[in-house]
């Protein structure tokens, strides 16, 4: 097995990593490591995050600089300001044995002048973002002339921000013969553009295939119903007790409104998007990586740049418009050789989008059933049994208090006492999940009932549609109006809108025929709709209703009474008015005769008088021409 010593790596070095646990390189550290230390020409990296990229630049970054100088030497660009702190933060493990290095992290959203005293003093490597070095460089407060070594770290999201044109104006300020690094988890052509205008014959180092993702991480799939979506993601969180991961939404207004969600619900989550302030997202981060929350829902343009050790699980709540982007979001756990799990719940119609995904990574995500209730609370019983096995027994300090508590539970044997303490824990859960429906999505049931309901309304002829029947709890109508009349559910619904007053009336089942038609009202409701439409006018039809009778012979008594309508008037009938539905206007004649009115009454009140407008213009030129007489 090669070791960094092998490698070439300098003994103070080694020292600082062996404290750190590293044992034995990476492969992505095995193959940049000696090119950087031996070789001239650069290096362009493909690699997904967590796969030891910033030890393989930093250690013989620091290795190359000159201590005895206080110039500038090497510059560093992340995407992010969290990147840019951590990868700062590793940089000063790795040198902690290097007398007179200094390192600066350099980012928008802190003081710049704290920023500039420290380059004033003198600054070996700078770690920055791209927009608040270009900052720095055009106020003149960095001089890039000694600079030897270039590193975009993340370069592929840096393009994704927007920030290729600030490269560029930065790259122009360095020496032509510096040795320039690129590492990347994709290779888009813009970044392949930035390779061929500023480096020198790149060596370029792929570890697995380009845009693969990570093969420590198992891609999985829940498919429901769009409204679903929130259900699915807390059964997922409550069948993963030990979840330690990441949510990814498309927006912020989404962002927030689910973790909002997920904490009046009693999970350890919060959000993390643009519209938070520095100090809101720093105070964030923190609580997250010291585990004080569970989960943290977040934008993609957030999240961009965070590393977190030992995420457990990553969650897209909906799937990115660039397939890329899903690259990092489940290169975010199963690092350094751990396993992981990238989830992502979808819709049916998202279900193109997943398999372009598939291509995009070279991996077939595995569908799974949205956990059930009862496997979510036996889950939960495991993990509280774990806690109470593990639970570090305090005795000194609960020694006193034992007595008084033996004696007032000792008429409770062992398995009564287990009881009630999982009932206390687990009634609430119990209750919640008791008759929880199923929410996974199954397209071939769903073909399956709408076949059988296109079945069944051909299989209904006109004798099923005449049951006289209501269904439970509304009352039968019959009304002398059918399909021969143009009289279709808006028309009914039309004439019920003007000619009933008071509550809304509930319809139900609507059974349309030839000359007549059945529909269901509210229990109640039914006199009251029969008086309403007595004598109601049909395109000069007279309505007749009145609750339905199991001893007439309906179609007997209608046949022959059907309006013979021209092709215009049946579909004014059918589709009515522009506002059909609203019951303030019930046909076009009364639309032109109420905008006829308010043209009258405006013209009137403009003071035209009969014979059009032309007199009232001249009027007010003639009043006009005495205004200027009078001036």
């Known amino acids: 097995m090669t070791t960094f010593q092998e490698l070439g790596v300098r003994e103070d070095l080694l020292r600082a990593i062996a404290e750190l646990g590293y044992e034995s390189p990476m492969p992505i550290q095995e193959k940049v490591i000696p090119h950087l230390l031996n070789e001239d020409s650069d290096v362009v990296g493909l690699a997904q995050t967590g796969t030891g990229k910033t030890a393989a630049f930093g250690l013989p970054t620091l290795q190359r600089v000159d201590t005895t100088s206080k110039a500038t030497q090497a510059i560093i660009l992340d995407p992010t300001r969290e990147l840019c702190m951590q990868t700062c933060n590793d940089l000063n493990d790795y040198a902690k044995y290097i007398d007179g290095l200094r390192i600066l992290p350099v980012y928008g959203g802190s003081s710049i002048e704290v920023q500039i005293r420290a380059l004033r003093k003198g600054v070996q490597i700078i770690v920055a973002t791209p927009g ?104 997922i969180c409550d069948y993963l007790p030990r979840v330690y991961g990441i949510i990814f939404c498309r927006t912020r207004a989404s962002a927030q409104e689910i973790a909002t969600n997920l904490m009046e619900d009693g999970y350890d989550a919060d959000a993390l998007h643009g519209d938070l302030s520095q100090a809101q997202r720093d105070a964030v981060m923190k609580k997250f990586r010291e585990r004080n929350l569970q989960l943290l829902v977040a934008t993609d343009v957030a999240a961009r740049g965070l590393d977190v050790d030992d995420l457990t699980h990553i969650i897209s709540y909906s799937l990115p418009d660039d397939n890329a982007v899903y690259n990092h979001r489940s290169g975010r756990t199963g690092r350094a050789g751990k396993t992981g799990v990238s989830i992502a719940i979808i819709h049916s119609r998202e279900r193109n989008k997943l398999r372009d995904i598939e291509k995009h990574i070279g991996k077939e995500f595995e569908r799974c059933e949205v956990p059930k209730p009862n496997a979510i609370i036996e889950k939960q019983l495991f993990n509280l049994a ?18 008084q508590v033996l004696k007032k539970l000792s008429w409770l044997d062992s398995e009564d006492l287990l009881k009630r303490m999982l009932s206390l824990e687990f009634n609430r859960l119990l209750e919640y999940y008791q008759d929880a429906p199923e929410l996974d999505y199954v397209p071939e049931k769903e073909k399956a009932k709408k076949r059988e309901k296109v079945k069944y309304d051909k299989s209904r002829n006109d004798h099923d549609k005449d049951c006289r029947t209501a269904e439970p709890g509304y009352e039968r109508v019959f009304i002398n109006a059918g399909k021969a009349d143009g009289f279709f559910a808006p028309t009914l619904i039309e004439l019920l809108n003007k000619n009933t007053h008071g509550e809304r009336v509930d319809l139900g089942r609507i059974d349309l025929l030839t000359n007549y038609s059945l529909f269901d009202v509210k229990e109640g409701d039914a006199k009251r709709v029969v008086k309403a439409l007595k004598n ?63 043209r009258t009454r405006r013209d009137n009140e403009r003071g035209f008088k009969k014979g059009g407008e032309k007199r009232g213009k001249k009027e007010r030129h003639g009043n006009f021409d005495k205004f200027k007489k009078k001036k």
């Open 386 to 403: 774990d806690r109470l096995e593990n639970v570090e027994v305090k005795e000194d300090d609960i020694a006193e208090y034992m007595p």
């Open 132 to 235: 608040r070095l270009l900052d720095l460089i055009k106020r003149g407060e960095v001089n890039l002339e000694n600079v030897n070594t270039v590193i975009l770290d993340e370069a592929d999201e840096m393009l994704n921000m927007g920030f290729v044109d600030d490269i560029n104006n930065i790259l122009e300020h360095v020496p032509e013969n510096r040795k320039m690094l690129m590492f990347s988890a994709t290779m888009p052509p813009e970044i392949a553009g930035i390779a061929k205008n500023y480096m020198h014959n790149p060596q370029e180092y792929v570890i697995g295939t380009r845009n693969e993702g990570s093969a420590n991480v198992r891609h999985i799939y829940y498919m429901v119903r769009a409204n679903d979506k929130y259900l699915a993601l807390k059964r």
């Open 536 to 598: 109601a006018d049909f395109f000069g039809k007279r309505i007749y209703a009145e609750v339905a009778s199991l001893d007439k012979n309906y179609a007997d008594e209608t046949e022959g009474t059907e309006l013979k309508l021209n092709r215009k008037d049946r579909r004014r009938m059918q589709f009515g008015a522009k506002e059909r539905h609203s019951g303030r206007r019930s046909s076009r004649k009364e639309f032109r005769d109420e905008r006829d009115e308010r």
